[in-house]
């Protein structure tokens, strides 16, 4: 296994001038086009998941860049390269971005090197769409001799190129478990919360499911599904459905509108009530190969009632319509400038225009700190089913720091859902069934012959 960092501008990182040193990278690029399997091992961000990082080879790069002389003859595309190893890594906070801080140590200067063709090495290495062009921390299940090889660069073996043979941790060995529904209620009365926090819950049937919204998932490869189209897919369903949304005066509306009918989304539900959250950790029961229960979980989310929003918030309308900006101009947005440095941006521009279409009094400032929060949203009860559910939302911003790492600013709490079918029956007991969650005739027709299933 290795690191591989990938970088925009060399001159901005020390490990490309200097053989020792210390450098960060933002925990929001952290395991992209990281096989999904091995990813979700190494969340949330601990000790264990640091210890494994530090045991494994780095590969530093530069994006590729085209080389065309003086007399406009072409070389091909070249990166600029380096090996070595990490120590001291720590979570820190700089210009308001979380940041993994780590001590390098440069073995190997590789120099530049010409690639082979992006089509070949993209698909070998599992880059997904943007390939070698985008800043990114992955770990890749291959050892230094063959990440050159796939890249056409011919080298001497590297002295940290050496196979490592480590074990990924898994963090979820440590989860308190939940078979009965006493021992559930027991835990979340006894949940600490301060007055001015509110409590929000989540429930997962796949303990391997993350805690981030639709338009966010990666493939079994760890690239993004659906991230970079998202101001695509909203503008088609927008153009072929326009009278869906005519009523809908905020772009959250629509976002919530668009959720419901399956688009993917900024948007995660959530739900104040624990009972609806075990409904839906155990609601699907999935089996593995051997034929075992597939445990589910609920996550508790704590968080002060100041950081709880309303539909009609500022700070939601700024996030929200990040969803109607092209991908080329979200990766521009800078969000570690100073407020007014920030707001004479070309992209906030854009930005304020589409917040003026839904609040034409908007101001021309945009606190950048904010496009970069998850921030959790209590959304009107425009339809029967939020209201069922006691629902909300998290609606995330722009490189934020998903909370399956620990770094975010929501209090995450997990637990193991084990034994549903047992749960299921105590929760009918209190009356969260099919039908009550999701309210509508065909729900409540199903629950009722469910109910008289067999009788004589």
Not at 74 to 100: C, D, F, M, P, Q
Not at 180 to 195: A, F, G, M, S
Not at 402 to 411: A, D, H, Q, R, V
Request: with cysteine; glycine share 6%; net charge negative.
């Amino acid at each position: 296994m290795l690191n591989l960092i990938v970088v925009g501008n060399p001159d901005y990182y020390s490990f490309f001038s200097d053989s020792k040193g210390e450098e960060s990278f933002p925990v929001s690029r952290l395991f992209e086009s990281t096989p999904d399997s091995l990813r979700k091992k190494l969340l949330p961000l601990t000790s264990k998941t640091y210890q494994f990082l530090q045991e494994l080879p780095v590969i530093f790069m530069t994006e590729p860049e085209f080389e065309v002389d003086e007399e406009g003859n072409t070389g091909g595309y070249y990166s600029h390269i380096r090996i070595g190893r990490i120590s001291n890594i720590r979570a820190k906070t700089i210009n308001r971005e979380k940041v993994l801080a780590f001590n390098y140590d440069l073995t190997d200067i590789i120099g530049k090197k010409f690639l082979t063709s992006e089509k070949e090495y993209v698909k070998k290495l599992e880059l997904g769409s943007f390939g070698l062009n985008r800043n990114f921390w992955a770990v890749k299940d291959i050892d230094v001799k063959e990440f050159f090889e796939i890249l056409g660069i011919s080298v001497k073996a590297p002295e940290a190129s050496a196979a490592v043979k480590t074990e990924a941790p898994d963090n979820n060995e440590d989860l308190e478990v939940i078979s009965d529904i006493n021992e559930y209620l027991e835990i979340i009365l006894n949940h600490p919360q301060e007055n001015n926090e509110e409590v929000f819950y989540r429930g997962h049937s796949d303990i391997s499911y993350q805690l981030e919204p639709s338009l966010f998932r990666k493939n079994t490869q760890g690239n993004y599904r659906y991230r970079y189209h998202e101001s695509d897919m909203i503008t088609e369903l927008l153009t072929v459905q326009p009278a869906e949304f005519r009523d809908d005066r905020y772009m959250l509306d629509k976002l919530v509108r668009m959720q419901h009918y399956g688009l993917p989304t900024r948007l995660l539900d959530v739900s104040t009530n624990p009972l609806i959250a075990l409904y839906f950790a155990c609601s699907k029961i999935k089996r593995d190969k051997d034929g075992n229960e597939i445990d589910g979980n609920v996550i508790i989310l704590t968080a002060p009632k100041s950081e709880i929003k309303f539909f009609d918030s500022d700070t939601v309308s700024c996030i929200a319509n990040l969803s109607r900006l092209p991908s080329r101009i979200k990766s521009n947005l800078n969000t570690s400038l100073a407020t007014q440095a920030f707001n004479a941006t070309e992209e906030c521009g854009q930005l304020l225009h589409l917040i003026r279409d839904e609040k034409s009094y908007f101001k021309n400032i945009i606190d950048p700190a904010h496009l970069s929060k998850i921030v959790l949203v209590k959304g009107r009860f425009s339809n029967a089913r939020i209201s069922s559910q006691a629902g909300a939302f998290l609606l995330f911003g722009e490189n934020v720091d998903l909370p399956e790492t620990g770094l975010s600013t929501l209090n995450v709490r997990k637990l193991v859902i084990r034994n549903k079918e047992r749960l299921m029956q105590q929760l009918s007991r209190f009356g969260i069934n099919e039908s009550t969650v999701y309210p509508g005739i065909e729900k409540a027709a199903t629950e009722i012959a469910k109910l008289y299933d067999g009788r004589s």
